[in-house]
């Protein structure tokens, strides 16, 4: 099973920029699908984007197309979350997940490795 832990996230100012990390670990890590949800308060968890391995399939929540970047790093078995223009609403606790395909990418209930949390803070 495909283990994932994230870092990054902090705090920035409205049109700024931050970055998440997910490493991924144990078997076929090279070879699955890994996303990023995010929560804010009193809000579902929804998805932001994903990546299928090897990168050519990307996939983007419409609330972050064109600000946000979902790129691999296969020899570090890591995926990035490059977030730009970032707004107050993008603020959130972001999360890293791992499936096997990417297929119906944004269905909780169809990931079976998630990371700690990161929280993302965008003021005004």
């Known amino acids: 099973q495909v283990k994932v832990r994230q870092s990054g996230g902090g705090s920035v100012q409205a049109g700024g920029s931050l970055t998440l990390t997910c490493k991924a670990s144990?078997?076929?890590?090279?070879?699955?699908?890994i996303s990023w949800f995010r929560q804010g308060p009193g809000m579902e968890r929804q998805g932001v984007a994903a990546?299928?391995?090897?990168?050519?399939?990307?996939y983007y929540a419409d609330s972050v197309k064109g600000r946000f970047t979902i790129s691999e790093d296969r020899f570090r078995n890591e995926v990035n979350l490059r977030m730009d223009s970032l707004k107050p609403e993008d603020s959130a606790i972001y999360y890293c997940?791992?499936?096997?395909?990417?297929?119906?990418?944004?269905?909780?209930?169809?990931?079976?490795?998630w990371g700690q949390g990161s929280q993302v803070t965008v003021s005004s």
């Open positions: 997940a791992a499936r096997w395909t990417c297929m119906n990418w944004m269905r909780l209930e169809d990931y079976n490795s």
């Open positions: 990546i299928y391995s090897g990168g050519a399939s990307t």
């Open positions: 144990g078997d076929s890590a090279n070879s699955r699908c």
